[in-house]
C-alpha cells in the first residue's frame, strides 16, 4: 500500500507499548487509527494523550472472535473503511518452572492471546480486505521463538514461532488467490542498541480471573522483569541502553508501505543463531546453540519463585 494516507489502521494491543507507538507513526503518515486493547484505562489515557480526532479507541479482547468482528464493525462505522489490521497484542503470563511443570492457565492465557488472538484477528478482519483486494495485514511475532526460541522462557516463544508460521502461510495463501493483500511479520527491533522497555517485561500483568492459578494473591504479584534484568547486567558490569519504540513503529510502517515480510532490522547476533540453528537441522545434530548464558532470563531456580 504505498499511499497511507486517509487510509484506516486497526491496531491491537494499542493502549501501550510498541502498538501504541505504531498508532502515532501511522497517523503521522495521515491515517485514521483505532487502537484496541483489553485495558480499560491504558486505551483510554492513550487515545487522551494522542489527542486527535482520527485515532479512536475500542476495549477489545483477542481471545474472542466476537469481540474482533465488533472493533472491525466500529472502526467501519466510524471511519468508512479498513486497509490495515496489526495483530500485535500479547502477554508473558509469567509462568513458574520448567516447561512440563507450568500451570496449564499460563500455557492457556499465552496461547489464547498471543496466537488465537492473531488468528481471531486474521479471521474479522481479512475477509473485508480481500473482497476490497486492498490491505495489509501485520502480524507482531518476536526474535524470540519467530528466529530461535531462548530456552528458559518455554511459553512465549512457542506462541511467537506459531505467529510465524501463520504468517508465511497467510502471506502463501494471498499470493494462491491473487489477492493484492499484503502480509508483513514483525520483529520489534531497532537500529539504536538497547531494550524496548514496555509492559511486556511484567509477565502476569492484567491476568484475567479465568486464567488464574489458584492463589489471587500470588497472581497480582506480578515480578518486573525489565528492572530484574537491568539488576543483573549492572552486576555483571553491563550498561543496557533502552531503545526508542518509534523505530520499531518505523519498521511497522515499512512494512505496509513497502509490502516488507520480514519486517525487522537486520541484527549480526541472530543471523548468527539463524545458522546454528540451520546447520544443526541440517546437520542433524543437538540444539547446542540454545546454550548460552543469557542475563535477559531467569534462569530455573528463579523462575520457580516467580
Ligand atoms: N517489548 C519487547 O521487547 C518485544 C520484543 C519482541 C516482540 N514483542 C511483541 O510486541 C508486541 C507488543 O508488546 P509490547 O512489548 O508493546 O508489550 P505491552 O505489554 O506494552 O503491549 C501489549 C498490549 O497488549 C494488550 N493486551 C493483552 N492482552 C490483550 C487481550 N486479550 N486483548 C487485547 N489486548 C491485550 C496489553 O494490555 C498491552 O497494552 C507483542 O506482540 C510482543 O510479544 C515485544
Known sequence: MKDLKGKVAVVTGGG????????????????????????????????LEIGSDD???QLTDVTSL?????????????????????????????????????????????????????????NAFIPTLVEQD???????????????????????PVTKAAVTTLTECLW???KEVGSNVGASILYPSTQTPGVLATGIWRA????????????????A????????????????????????????ADLCVQAVRDDLFWATYPMDRQTDMLEARTRSMINRTPPE???????MSADAKERGEQ
Open 221 to 248: 504479584d506480578v515480578r518486573d522483569a525489565l528492572a530484574d534484568y537491568l539488576a543483573r547486567a549492572k552486576e555483571a558490569g553491563q550498561e543496557v541502553p533502552v531503545a526508542p519504540l518509534e523505530e520499531v
Open 55 to 57: 485515532v479512536i479507541g
Open 172 to 174: 502463501g495463501q494471498l
Open 134 to 156: 486492498e490491505g495489509h495485514v501485520v502480524n507482531t511475532s518476536s526474535g524470540n521463538g519467530g528466529y530461535t526460541p531462548m530456552a528458559s522462557t518455554g511459553i512465549y
Open 66 to 122: 466476537d469481540s474482533l468482528c465488533e472493533l472491525r464493525d466500529r472502526t467501519i462505522d466510524h471511519f468508512g473503511a479498513v486497509h490495515v489490521i496489526c495483530n500485535n497484542a500479547a502477554v508473558g503470563a509469567g509462568a513458574t518452572g520448567n516447561v512440563w511443570e507450568h500451570h496449564m492457565n499460563d500455557w492457556k492465557w499465552s496461547l489464547d492471546v498471543n496466537v488465537l488472538g492473531v488468528i481471531n484477528g486474521m
Open 16 to 47: 501501550g507499548g510498541i502498538g501504541k507507538a505504531i498508532g502515532v507513526a501511522f497517523l503521522a503518515q495521515g491515517m485514521k487509527v483505532v487502537l484496541a486493547d483489553v485495558v480499560k484505562d491504558l486505551l483510554d489515557e492513550a487515545v
Open 289 to 295: 546453540y540454545l546454550i548460552e548464558e543469557n542475563l
Open 204 to 219: 502476569g500483568a492484567n491476568r484475567p480471573d479465568r486464567y488464574g492459578r489458584g492463589d489471587p494473591a500470588k497472581d
